[in-house]
């Protein structure tokens, strides 16, 4: 049963554009939701999160948008630059519980 | 500087053997987790551990155990009944109640079976 899904194995993008991940979730309960990001060989690396309190967050180049209703969040990344390809995974937790991750999207951005 | 280490990084199993993924963190972090990446599959979580001396198994536990005696130190063994250990291993641990529920990361440990 996979609670978070990642419908994109993969995204590529040119440098400068908007990159779009967007992941869906399917347990009612989960109330934090996180962005990762990791290169190859690493650990992945915390990048942004949102509350379910609220519909969206932003941190610089990177946004995430949550729509509860549709069980749906999305992290933008504007502009996207050639360092910011990597894997970025999503994951969320149900009250402080362990995080449940989605099965990742590897985005390339071309120069 | 504070951080998760994981050692080796890379390591090489025959097959029946068992093997221990060492796990160390100087964060003061409360819970420590094991995660194993393959390909297209995510982060599947295989053990973790909210305070010493206690444990739960995750999605993926058989073939594998754990041991948390001290709460820096949270070892890995992958036994010879896990059926298919090649993968990417991730050690991860944060503060409990922790604000924001993330989770820092080790470098990982790259386990193949030759």
């Known amino acids: 049963d996979q609670q978070v899904k990642q419908n994109s194995p993969s995204l590529s993008v040119q440098e400068g554009r908007i990159s779009i991940l967007n992941c869906d979730y399917t347990?009612?309960?989960?109330?934090?939701f996180l962005w990762y990001k990791k290169y190859p060989a690493e650990g992945p690396t915390f990048l942004i999160s949102i509350s379910s309190i609220k519909d969206k967050n932003e941190d610089g180049r990177f946004t995430v948008f949550l729509n509860k209703s549709a069980k749906h969040l999305s992290l933008h990344i504007v502009p996207s630059q050639p360092g910011d390809s990597a894997v970025y995974f999503c994951?969320?937790?149900?009250?402080?519980?362990?995080?449940?991750f989605g099965e990742g999207t590897q985005l390339t951005v071309n120069p | 500087d504070g951080g998760i280490t994981q050692s080796p990084k890379y390591l090489f199993r025959k097959e029946g053997q068992n093997v221990t993924l060492s796990c160390e963190q100087n964060l003061n972090h409360d819970a420590m987790y094991w995660y194993r990446q393959d390909p297209g599959q995510g982060l599947r979580l295989i053990y973790y551990?909210?305070?010493?001396?206690?444990?739960q198994k995750g999605d993926i536990a058989e073939g594998y155990s754990v041991s948390r005696e001290k709460k820096e130190s949270f070892p890995l063994t992958v036994t010879s009944a896990q059926k298919n250990p090649t993968a990417f291993y991730l050690c991860?641990?944060?503060?409990?109640?922790?604000?924001?529920?993330?989770?820092?990361f080790g470098s990982g440990t790259r386990l193949t079976v030759v």
């Open positions: 347990n009612s309960m989960f109330d934090y």
């Open positions: 551990s909210q305070i010493v001396n206690d444990f």
């Open positions: 991860a641990s944060r503060i409990l109640p922790g604000a924001s529920y993330g989770y820092t």
């Open positions: 994951a969320a937790s149900d009250r402080g519980s362990r995080l449940t």
